[in-house]
């Protein structure tokens, strides 16, 4: 072995030890933890960026995906972590996939669980997190992201913020209702959404 393949080999060795060491992690908060925590009051209004949406608690988010349509929302949130940045939360879902836009008929698809966004570990780009931060929902697959908020995963998937806390009250056919979706020019600015009355 040349002294050249050495030197890559113990550089690499070293890398791979230095990540390691980072994905062990440093016995922070569980997601026990983090629910043992009271819940917070959390977002008051819906948020928007280019890249994701956040949403209070108790209100119907809604997400469109070609002929899925689900309706999701928060029933509780905790935060953990001296930063605030670790959360985790309770939710509920319903779902259809026969191309109606009202849940009012009781024949939908009911579910719900727990999400949880904990400490991340690596180096940029090999970064993981812990927790149970994804959801299949509406023929996807979302990523929470610590408080109230989801990443758009694609530009064909729309979600629109509702004040509806009832999943009779829920209706995608609504005009007043704004549907958003990722934006890969990055143009959109960070906004805060009034939410359509029920």
């Known amino acids: 072995m040349t002294t050249t393949t050495q030197g890559v ?19 922070g908060v569980t ?10 009051q959390g977002l008051e209004k819906a948020l928007v960026s280019w890249a994701n949406l956040c949403m209070p608690a108790n209100r119907f988010l809604l997400i469109r ?53 904990l400490e991340s570990h690596g180096v940029h780009p090999l970064v993981f997190q812990d927790g149970h931060w994804r959801i299949a929902i509406a023929g996807t697959k979302l990523n929470y992201s610590p408080k109230q908020c989801f990443w758009f ?32 020019t990055q143009s959109r600015e960070n906004a805060e959404i009034t939410l359509s009355p029920p």
């Open 9 to 27: 080999l113990r550089r690499g060795l070293i890398l791979l030890l230095a990540l390691l060491s980072l994905s062990c992690g440093t016995g």
């Open 65 to 117: 995906n070609r002929r899925f349509l689900a309706a999701f929302r928060f029933t509780s949130v905790h935060v953990a972590g001296a930063d605030g940045m670790m959360s985790c939360a309770t939710y509920e879902t319903y779902e259809r996939e026969d191309g109606r836009t009202s849940f009012r008929d009781g024949r939908f698809r009911r579910g719900g669980g727990r999400l949880s966004a």
């Open 153 to 184: 995963p694609n530009p064909d998937v729309e979600m629109a913020p509702t004040a509806v806390s009832d999943i009779t009250a829920v209706d995608a056919a609504d005009p007043a209702l704004r549907w958003f979706r990722l934006d890969p």
């Open 31 to 40: 997601e026990e933890g983090c629910f043992a925590t009271p819940p917070i």
